[in-house]
């Protein structure tokens, strides 16, 4: 395995490669097929979530436990195509890689062996990178580590290497006394990255309490703090068996971190009826399950995982404010990072994600909530509300405060 440094470059001991990009904050992945003129030969060449396959190259998801990767299979690539570029960009809107240090590891595809890694140095106020490419030269494909950051984001990479980014000009204003003519129907438009728009304009003032709001009908939703989301899909409320896992790394310094998920059940004036923890694992007639404490935080994916059947929910619960502690003292300014997410427990179809980018010198956040309607639907909103309290019985009241 080699470890690169920036301009580097290795020659690829394997025809189908993958290369994924692994950061402490979630990542968005994307690959551009560009010929020898160093642009894409059309908007189809640039491969990322939206549109995941093109010629040759690949999008793979991580699905929110692991890193997302573009695959590359160089006997596959069309003629003219001389370079992959693979470029990362936070998940999270604005964000910068300023503390995030990300690292790209290149793959043999098949087999998995680990061909190269490289981890760009210095970034701050970059909110897009460009990690690696697999370039040809002289008949022979190769890695080449890059590192090269953007601050205007994706749509600075997409304008640079010729994918369209076009702003809609205003329309001119119709005559006064006669209607403006019908508009021509526009060409079926080909899929669009939402995080190449174009700044959106001013926003129309809020919309009434009830209208308006995020459900799940466009897929998986990314909330940030004090965002909420309606978990209706397809017009019907969501009363499935759902997950809430939490997860969150060891501390920067190498200490295993001793936190504990739970998740408090409340009635309708905000009464505490149960709390499901690590020492109580069942609670409300089985409806609410906890997988059990993780002492340290090591290993990927979810550290610990709350079941909550909504159809089996005892009629008298209202709310459920999702925690989690620091048991053995350590401030979630120690955390490497926290997140938690609610994932369709038939399916492992990931719904929604909340990821804690700011922390307090704080024992006990209070993640999110669940929120049941007049209606019967359920709403989940993100919270990120920091509290000092080592366990869960002190957080019931600021939990109950916060309904």
């Not at 790394?249 to 009464?271: F, H, T």
Request: charged content about 20%; proline content about 9%; hydrophobic content about 40%.
């Amino acid at each position: 395995m080699t470890a690169m440094t920036p301009g580097s470059n290795i020659p690829l001991t394997a025809t189908r490669v993958a290369v994924d990009v692994a950061a402490p904050v979630r990542l968005d992945v994307s690959g551009l097929l560009l010929g020898a003129n160093g642009k894409v030969r059309s908007d189809d060449d640039f491969i990322f979530y939206n549109q995941p396959a093109g010629p040759g190259v690949t999008y793979r998801s991580g699905g929110g436990t692991a890193p997302d990767a573009i695959l590359v299979d160089t006997g596959a690539l069309p003629a003219g195509v001389e370079r992959i570029v693979v470029t990362a960009s936070p998940d999270a809107a604005g964000q910068t890689f300023q503390g995030v240090e990300p690292t790209a590891t290149i793959r043999d595809a098949d087999g998995g062996a680990v061909l190269a890694t490289f981890t760009p140095p210095r970034l701050a106020t970059e909110t897009a990178l460009v990690v690696v490419e697999i370039y040809l030269r002289n008949g022979a494909w190769k890695a080449r580590a890059v590192g090269q950051g953007y601050a205007n984001g994706l749509a600075g990479i997409a304008t640079d290497f010729g994918v369209s980014v076009d702003e809609e000009p205003a329309a001119p204003p119709a005559p006064a006394a006669q209607a403006a003519p019908p508009a021509p129907p526009a060409p079926p438009a080909a899929p669009v990255d939402p995080r190449l728009a174009p700044p959106a304009p001013a926003a129309p003032p809020a919309a009434p309490a009830g209208t308006g709001k995020i459900n799940l009908d466009k897929g998986r939703v990314n909330l940030q703090k004090n965002q909420t989301v309606s978990l209706v899909k397809g017009g019907r409320p969501l009363l499935s068996q759902v997950k809430m896992g939490l997860g969150w790394e060891p501390a920067y310094r190498g200490k295993d971190i001793d936190l504990d998920a739970s998740v408090i059940a409340y009635g309708p004036q905000r009464n505490h009826l149960d709390s499901c923890y690590f020492g109580k694992l069942t609670i409300l007639n089985g409806s609410v399950k906890h997988s059990g404490d993780n002492l340290t935080g090591e290993g990927a994916g979810d550290d610990e995982v709350i079941v909550v059947d909504l159809g089996r929910l005892p009629a008298e619960v209202s709310g459920l404010v999702f925690t989690v502690n620091s048991f053995s003292g350590q401030k979630f300014t120690e955390v490497a990072k926290a997140y938690c997410r609610l994932i369709d427990a038939a399916t492992g179809e990931e719904l929604v994600r909340f990821d804690l980018t700011t922390a307090e010198p704080q024992t006990g956040v209070m993640m999110a909530k669940l929120i049941k309607q007049f209606s019967g639907e359920w709403e989940m909103t993100a919270m990120g509300e920091f509290v000092k309290s080592r366990t869960v019985r002190g957080m019931v009241k600021p939990a109950a405060q916060a309904l």
